[in-house]
């Protein structure tokens, strides 16, 4: 069973940077295509941003030339850099991957992510 975890979540003030991580725990498990979902209290999970297997990367509006999605397939990790965070970008940040062979769909716990002063 592939368990994706996320860490790096955290209070940052306006303005501020925050990286997440996404680990895959299996050493077998080749993630496919993988994403940055968040939630904000009160609103439906959105997409933040996609990246597939050979890098090709997609944003949300909202967080366009504000984050950065990257990979490092060798290590099953997915990260999001995000700077110059406002009260908006306050939510749970959820990790999604999709298996490379199989298909399947996991979704990671979230990690909260909070701008304030």
């Known amino acids: 069973q592939v368990q994706l975890v996320e860490s790096g979540g955290g209070l940052v003030q306006p303005g501020g940077s925050l990286r997440l991580s996404c680990a895959a725990s299996s050493n077998t498990f080749a993630a496919g295509d993988m994403a940055w979902y968040r939630q904000a209290p009160g609103k439906q999970r959105e997409l933040v941003a996609t990246?597939?297997?050979?890098?090709?990367?997609n944003y949300a509006d909202p967080v366009q030339g504000r984050f950065t999605i990257s990979r490092d397939n060798a290590k099953n990790t997915m990260y999001l850099q995000m700077s110059d965070l406002q009260p908006e970008d306050t939510a749970v940040y959820y990790c999604?991957?999709?298996?490379?062979?199989?298909?399947?769909?996991?979704w990671g716990k979230g990690t909260l992510v909070t701008v304030s002063s």
């Open positions: 990246i597939t297997r050979g890098g090709s990367t």
């Open positions: 999604y991957c999709k298996g490379f062979y199989s298909g399947a769909a996991y």
